[in-house]
């Protein structure tokens, strides 16, 4: 990692704008972001702003901090855990994988991984970026804007 980085705005994350557009971070330092922006049909082409100018455009999907701290605690507390993601309320629920009783997921929640001590969270957050990147917006959202 650069040592210029912007540190919240990282590589392969996904950002969301008022229209519900998502961005794609490729790159962020020395106060500039490299970003592909969701297009539809037409390919995807990079685009480079002053991180002032993405911040006021763009915000994150999920809080990170917020997330990486579950993350750790279930870790901790769980041992072996599946994570879903689930994007109407862009959170994470964790569950036990060793339980002899039965959970629950909630409709459109969508399997991230199973996880286990040593699991780095960056592991983690690559394959929730992947899921988020890949999973669209809840409908019920997309008719509030």
């Given amino acids: 990692m650069y040592r210029n980085a912007i ?3 990282l590589p392969g994350s996904t950002w969301i704008d008022a229209g519900h557009l998502r961005a794609t971070i490729r790159a962020a330092a020395g106060g500039y972001v490299v970003f ?35 993350f750790s605690m279930s870790l901790a507390n769980l041992g072996e855990f599946r994570v879903y993601w689930l994007p109407d309320r862009r959170r994470i629920m964790a569950r036990s994988v ?15 991984g199973t996880f286990a001590e040593p699991c ?8 929730l970026d ?3 990147r890949t999973t669209p917006e809840p409908e019920r959202e997309r008719a509030q804007a």
């Fill in 36 to 70: 592909t922006r969701e297009t539809g049909a037409r390919p995807l082409r990079l685009e480079v702003v002053h991180e002032n100018e993405f911040r006021r455009a763009w915000a994150p999907i999920y809080d990170r901090a917020a997330i990486r701290s579950q």
């Fill in 130 to 132: 992947l899921v988020v």
């Fill in 98 to 112: 060793c339980c002899t009783r039965h959970f629950t997921v909630p409709d459109g929640a969508q399997l991230v």
């Fill in 7 to 9: 540190p919240d705005i």
């Fill in 120 to 127: 780095k969270s960056d592991a983690f957050f690559e394959a």
